[in-house]
């Protein structure tokens, strides 16, 4: 385990890291875009205004996630990731002589070193106290679930905040848990911050671990008061420097970019903001924000958590965990009532899966002390089958399309598997990561399948690895434990594709048929008016990842801007 352990995390790393989420550059996407350009504003114009950057970009460019305070348009996100992203950004422009580099590009290395980075640091920590709580066989499993079937594998090859704030919250935890040197305090208070300088959100979230973790020192007698004031020490920094930004770009500490919002949908959005059952719903078993759907093994999770938390050792574990996965469903059940995007999975509910790696944990260490010889050849295949079942879902999305219109009732079964079967690929990083304006062309394409390949293998064979060392039955079960995986597995494709609302009849006739004409039953409308969609969201992601083969970065870019027809070039 001393040297597999790590190579196969050095695999998972590597099978996160490979495709290129950027490849598409028929459109800048907006939520990345405002941290792109706010990075970009800063090095080459000394502004945090958009407007320099929005001006040259196009004719008309705009971006919706943006607000407008004195006729400047400026981040609408927190400005963590940015302000963490200004040194790598500046040391490679310095490399290539200064100039402005390509939008896609950026945001490509820059989710490498803001995204991808963090979440790589907290996995060693969480793998290393894997290893000290429970048998470390069992340490791999959990943490592969986490990054390799979980939205974090889709996200940490993306410039954006959730991946980043979800990993450096858990970090910020294990840091605080059970902490009594003071070193130790300042930094979990400094990391739980950071992750809420990247997403307000995680404000909240941190908010919560730090009042379990009082509680449980108040009852111990565990020093409350010295961790409270040093953990605090260590916030200070951040929640100082989000203060200054806060006054100087909203006129307030207390003031958000949330206060000047312009666009009409996100005004409404942020009016109607309510607690509904439904959103619960979905955040839970939907068919694209589900983690119980997208990623089966939380199912595990759950469970564990409720293990951790009845067992006196590590009951404080598992009521952090429990209290962060309800506060962070609470969270989405308000806030994304009506917020429907075409970001991948349920952003909003990112948060939770480190804490339900953690419960996955805390139920294979206590089978792993279990008495029961059923449980240990029995579970861990069952286990097993769900990560896997979860990581198909994560390669799919990250190496096809990596977002998923709301329009669509089951995006991964109505557009990424079915662009991923259809040879619809995105390139590999490695393909330009050295080449900023590098542009693939027809012999480039050519190439994307084996690098596909590639990444499939890498994924899998650090999942085999970690299967083949956690589950250990004796020999005269070892094939039932084999076929109950593989019929888990298969159980769990099955059901996802239960959630495709369009049979396949309907998908092969749907060009040819006509709702007003009596050869479609009323009852079937609604199920042709998805086909359609489908079709048209199909072919228009496919025009988009073919076409980006061809277009260049950028390719509208004028140092003079846009004056005449773009409103941002008014001085």
């Known amino acids: 385990m001393r040297v597999l352990g790590p190579g196969i995390l050095a695999l998972a790393l590597f099978a996160m890291a490979l495709p290129n989420r950027y490849g598409i550059t028929s459109f800048h996407e907006a939520n990345t875009a405002g941290h792109v350009y706010t990075v970009q504003s800063w090095v080459h114009f000394g502004t945090w205004s958009l407007a320099p950057i929005l001006c040259r970009t196009g004719p008309q460019h705009d971006i919706v996630d943006k607000s407008v305070r004195d006729g400047e348009p400026l981040l609408q996100k927190a400005p963590g990731l940015s302000w963490l992203a200004m040194v790598p950004y500046q040391g490679l422009v310095m490399l290539n002589g200064g100039v402005k580099l390509p939008f896609h590009w950026t945001a490509m290395v820059l989710a490498l070193i803001c995204a991808l980075l963090p979440v790589a640091l907290v996995a060693i920590g969480f793998y290393k106290a894997l290893k000290r709580e429970i048998a470390p066989r069992y340490s791999l499993l959990p943490l592969l679930a986490l990054l390799l079937a979980s939205p974090i594998f889709t996200y940490s090859g993306m410039f954006q905040d959730v991946a980043p704030a979800a990993l450096l919250l858990f970090g910020g935890y294990l840091l605080l848990a059970g902490q009594r040197r003071p070193a130790g305090l300042v930094a979990a208070g400094f990391v739980i911050a950071a992750a809420g300088a990247i997403n307000y959100s995680y404000l909240l979230f941190g908010l919560v671990v730090a009042l379990v973790d009082l509680a ?36 307030s500490p207390l003031a958000t970019a949330y206060d000047y919002l312009v666009d009409p949908g996100q005004i409404r959005h942020h009016e109607s903001i309510g607690f509904a059952w439904a959103t619960m719903g979905r955040t839970l078993v939907g068919p694209k924000q589900g983690f119980l759907f997208h990623a089966p093994w939380t199912a595990f999770g759950l469970l564990g958590l409720g293990i951790l938390a009845a067992r006196p050792a590590s009951r404080w574990r598992g009521v952090t965990g429990i209290a ?58 069952l286990v097993v089958a769900t990560i896997a079942g979860g990581a198909v879902y994560q390669f799919a999305t990250a190496w096809t399309y990596p977002y998923h219109h709301p329009l669509l009732a089951s995006p991964l079964w109505q557009l990424n598997l079915p662009l991923l079967l259809n040879g619809a690929h995105l390139p590999p990083v490695l393909l330009s990561i050295f080449r900023p304006w590098f542009v693939p062309g027809v012999e480039g394409m050519e190439g994307y399948p084996v690098w596909v390949a590639i990444g499939a293998a890498t994924m899998f064979i650090a999942l085999g690895a970690a299967a083949l060392v956690s589950v250990r039955t004796p020999r005269r079960r070892r094939l039932p434990a084999v076929a109950i995986g593989i019929a888990a597995f298969l159980v769990v494709l099955f059901a996802g594709h239960q959630s495709v609302p369009v049979p396949s009849q309907v998908r092969e006739r749907v060009a040819t048929m006509d709702l007003r004409a009596d050869q479609v039953p009323p009852e079937l409308h609604e199920v042709v008016r998805q086909a359609r969609i489908e079709a048209r969201l199909y072919e228009a992601a496919l025009t988009d990842i073919k076409g980006s083969a061809f277009t260049p970065q950028d390719v509208s870019w004028r140092d003079a801007g846009y004056p005449e027809t773009n409103p941002w070039c008014s001085p």
């Open 216 to 251: 449980r020192r108040i009852i111990e007698r565990d020093g409350a008061l010295a961790a409270v004031g040093l953990a605090a020490l260590g916030a200070l920094p951040v929640m100082s420097a989000l203060a200054v930004y806060h006054e100087v770009m909203w006129g």
């Open 324 to 381: 962060v996965v309800l506060t962070v469903v609470l969270f989405t059940s308000v806030m994304d009532t009506n917020n429907y995007d075409s970001m991948p999975f349920g952003r909003y509910s990112v948060a939770v899966y480190p804490w339900l790696a953690l419960g996955l944990a805390g139920l294979l260490g206590a089978g792993a002390t279990s008495a029961s010889a059923g449980w240990k050849w029995l579970v861990p295949p």
